[in-house]
């Protein structure tokens, strides 16, 4: 496994869920840690957490889709750190509805947060990145890759996420061969996504007939922030135990 001593990555959604995973896992291989959302008493918890168990994390109050607070961040960043290895794009929101039911509003809240923030954070540390040989790994998800069974009222969330692969399909030819980009996809995860905590609903729903442990997700988006991805760009990676086989 890589050593990430001295890097310094960058989680957007880091107080919670897969973000918060992989802040914990970075932070135990060396790398110095800042964790980015808008839930002051989660991103507290963490950095505790974190902390606690010998690690370098330091929690940013900020909501992504605003461009004061990215701008604030990236200050913050060049500051503090001086430098970006890693940056996971991760913060994301679910919004579903019928077509019937589907607002302006919710659909640009979606793209504003699982899009336009993307592009955004992308535009703010690409200078940071490139410095650094970096890297940037987007959190999307199998449902910009799959259509799913007759009835799912995904449709914000799920072109949002197809939106976010190809951005980082453009990315990583873009910014080749300074900072390498590429995109991870998981299935069905246990975590503070969905309101709905009833996650029996999903059992059957991959091959391996569980949802994912954050942890799981979080130990291939370290191994894709890490050198020991040093020949990927532009890969788009499915972590679903299965789901897409259906
Ligand atoms: N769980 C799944 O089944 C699943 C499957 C595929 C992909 N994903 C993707 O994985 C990513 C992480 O989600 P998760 O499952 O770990 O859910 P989660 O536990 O709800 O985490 C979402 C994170 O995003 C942050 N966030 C949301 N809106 C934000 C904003 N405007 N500004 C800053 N931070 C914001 C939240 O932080 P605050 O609340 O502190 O703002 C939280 O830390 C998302 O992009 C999601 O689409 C999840």
Not at 84 to 89: C, G, S, T
Not at 200 to 209: E, H, I, T
């Amino acid at each position: 496994m890589s050593d990430f001593t001295r890097k310094i990555a960058l989680i957007t959604g880091g107080t919670s869920g897969i973000g918060g995973a992989t802040s914990i896992l970075l932070a135990r291989t060396g790398a110095e840690v800042i964790i980015v959302g808008r839930n002051q008493e989660r991103g507290l918890e963490q950095e505790n957490f974190v902390i606690a168990e010998g690690g370098q994390i330091k929690f940013f109050h900020a909501d992504v889709s605003n461009l004061d607070d990215i701008e604030n961040f990236r200050l913050f960043v060049e500051k503090e750190y001086g430098r970006l290895d890693m940056l996971f794009k991760n913060a994301g929101i679910l919004l579903t509805g019928s077509l019937e039911e589907l607002t302006d509003e919710e659909w640009d809240r979606s793209y504003d947060v699982n899009v336009k923030a993307v592009m955004h954070m992308c535009k703010s540390f690409m200078p940071l990145l490139k410095k650094s040989k970096g890297v940037v790994l987007n959190n999307a998800s199998i449902n910009g890759l799959h259509s799913y069974i007759k009835g799912r009222r995904s449709y914000m969330y799920a072109t949002s996420k197809a939106a976010n692969i190809q951005l980082t399909k453009y990315l990583a030819k873009n910014y080749a061969p300074y900072v390498r980009v590429n995109a991870i996809c998981p299935g069905m995860t246990e975590t503070n996504l969905f309101t709905n905590r009833d996650f029996s609903r999903f059992k059957d729903v991959n091959m391996l007939g569980r949802m994912a442990d954050p942890m799981e997700i979080a130990k291939v988006a370290v191994f894709l922030l890490s050198d020991d991805s040093s020949f990927m760009t532009g890969s788009v990676v499915v972590v679903d135990g299965g789901e897409t086989l259906k």
